[in-house]
């Protein structure tokens, strides 16, 4: 079941996603050379606690930290690690923090230093590619019309989506219905209404869309080794226009 969220429960969440989009914003100011990503972690851990909120990954299903750090051809969930980030690096950042048992989730990739053409453009491709899925979420419109919007710009640029890994409903649960893929056809799956909140969150390689996990159980890279990227938002369905739920 796809819940509708009342003017209590967004008002939860809208705290929520500011403290997950201010997290975002303390580790883009972070990120460097030499940094560690379990200093991030500390970092992220840090400010989410200061804002009366629980970091939301730390512990479920066993993850480790409070933020996934996923470096390069990492797509997804990297544990923060005493790695240290190069110049050339490109570094997603995955952030969920609970407030009042309320979720906010987002995600952005971060280059270190001077990056790539190649790596600038992913990124690039990629947060457009979720603000193209956030414009068609919107009441009256097919779930998979965020996940068409999706896949067709980022194919159009010459990347691919990841398929594995889909977006989500959320609220006083990370994960609920209905799970939100980033590829398809348009005008499939339940209508939207206004109230509904999804995690958007497309995840975009350079090279395959394949992916496989590493032995640690829980870092997932493309197959081919070549670079992915992952923005993530939290919005709410409005009946114009999708609530931005973690932006500033
Ligand atoms: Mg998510």
Redesign the pocket.
């Known amino acids: 079941m796809i819940t509708i969220k009342s003017e209590r429960e967004l008002s939860l969440m809208r705290y929520a996603g500011r403290v997950v989009a201010e997290v975002l914003l303390e580790l883009k100011k972070a990120i460097r050379s030499s940094i560690t990503t379990l200093e991030l972690d500390r970092i992220a851990e840090r400010y989410i606690k200061k804002a009366n909120c629980q970091p939301a990954f730390k512990g479920y299903h066993g993850f480790p930290a409070s933020i996934c750090a996923s470096i390069n051809e990492e797509v997804v969930h990297g544990i923060p690690s005493l790695r240290r980030l190069q110049e050339g690096d490109i570094v997603s950042i995955?952030v969920?923090v609970i407030y009042q048992g309320y979720f906010g989730?987002?995600?952005a990739t971060f280059p270190v230093g001077h990056v790539s053409e190649e790596a600038m453009r992913l990124i690039y491709v990629t947060e457009q590619s979720l603000h193209w899925g956030i414009a068609q979420a919107v009441e009256g419109k097919h779930l998979t019309d965020i996940s068409h919007a999706v896949q067709e710009y980022v194919e159009e640029n010459g990347f691919s989506v990841v398929r594995n890994y889909v977006?989500?409903g959320?609220g006083n649960q990370?994960?609920e219905e209905p799970q939100v893929p980033n590829f398809g056809k348009p005008g499939r799956g339940p209508r939207l209404q206004a109230g509904m909140a999804l995690?958007i969150?497309p995840m975009v390689n350079t090279g395959t869309w394949h992916v496989e996990t590493l032995r640690d159980n829980w870092t997932v890279v493309t197959l081919d080794r070549k670079c992915s990227a992952h923005f993530?938002h939290?919005v709410a369905v409005g009946r114009e226009k999708a609530e931005i739920l973690t932006a500033l």
């Open positions: 995955d969920g989730d987002a995600a977006g989500h959320i990370m994960h995690a969150e993530e939290t």
